[in-house]
């Protein structure tokens, strides 16, 4: 059986961007769909003031959260076969666990619980590059189609797993790839005689994206590609990039990061501030930072 694109819900407006968006993805690589409602019991759960009925009424409005829900999607795309799921516990761990047996997980970027003033929920922050598939989490509000996505590449074995997610997203979407390498010069605080050829510099790194990029590029012959190497720090070249793209993708840590952090500095700024839905992907080999052979 085919594995699913999983998409959870709890009936804010940005779950209701993640299910809409989850549906297309869905439709466009001819996967079905599971959609997600998560009861949360732990909140009402207080043995000293119990709340009359409250498990009965959380049940009921899950149901019909899913009914809307896949309602959204059906009419979205009738094709694209829909199932629905009610599970109970902290909703990090159950959706965790969805992922185990799901291609992808969508998730909104701030749900019913989330407070005013954060642009990105608790939920979303920890399952992003937490599970060994795409996490991609969405803002609400009407969506612009640019026709591009952007992908983030720093040569890390993070960045190559996001390469492949987001080849595969261009071509499935007949859309442009954008890719961006950010570099800085490096400071030396006790050698501020050593000089760079910033021209130099940028071509090497041009050449260095070039050259890990070309297997890509022969395997996914359809998809026009461009490269953008800018000297600039990461998060602002991404983040403005994001700006005319329908998707920025991100590897869950890049060179920089702590070997022990699960999700780096970059993918965590860049969810709170990107444009766009942003996917993290991790790199499901210990790796060697290679790029793929192409297809003979």
């Not at 909140?43 to 409005?61: A, F, G, T």
């Not at 490096?186 to 890990?212: C, K, N, S």
Request: hydrophobic share 45%; net charge negative; glycine share 8%.
């Amino acid at each position: 059986m085919t594995e699913p694109i999983v998409v959870a819900t709890d009936g804010s407006p940005a779950a209701t961007a993640a299910v809409e968006w989850a549906t297309d993805d869905a439709a466009r690589k001819r996967l079905p769909l599971r959609i997600v409602h998560v009861l949360d019991r732990l909140p009402y759960d207080i043995p000293r003031y119990p709340i009359p009925d409250v498990y009965d009424h959380l049940s009921r409005s899950g149901g019909q959260i899913l009914d809307e829900a896949e309602r959204t999607a059906r009419e979205r795309w009738p094709d694209v076969e829909v199932t629905v799921e009610m599970a109970e516990g902290d909703p990090v761990h159950i959706l965790r666990r969805q992922a185990e047996h799901a291609l992808e997980l969508v998730v909104g970027s701030r749900g019913l619980g989330g407070f005013t003033g954060m642009l990105l929920g608790s939920v979303s922050m920890h399952v992003a590059g937490q599970v060994e598939v795409p996490v991609v989490v969405v803002r609400p509000g009407a969506a612009t189609v640019h026709s591009e996505i952007v992908a983030g590449f720093d040569g890390s074995p993070e960045s190559e797993a996001a390469l492949a997610y987001a080849f595969e997203e261009a071509g499935v979407r007949g859309g442009r790839l954008r890719v961006v390498h950010a570099w800085q010069m490096p400071v030396y605080v006790y050698a501020p005689e050593l000089a760079y050829d910033m021209d130099e510099t940028r071509q090497a790194h041009e050449d260095f994206v070039t050259d890990r990029l070309t297997a890509w590029r022969e395997r996914y012959p359809g998809v026009d590609t461009v490269l953008d190497a800018v000297s600039a720090h990461p998060v602002t070249a991404l983040v403005e990039a994001s700006a005319e793209a329908d998707l920025l993708v991100v590897g869950s840590r890049g060179r920089g990061a702590v070997r022990s952090l699960v999700l780096g500095s970059v993918s965590r700024a860049v969810l709170h501030h990107a444009r766009c839905p942003v996917a993290v992907v991790r790199s499901k080999a210990p790796v060697t930072g290679e790029s793929p052979q192409a297809d003979t």
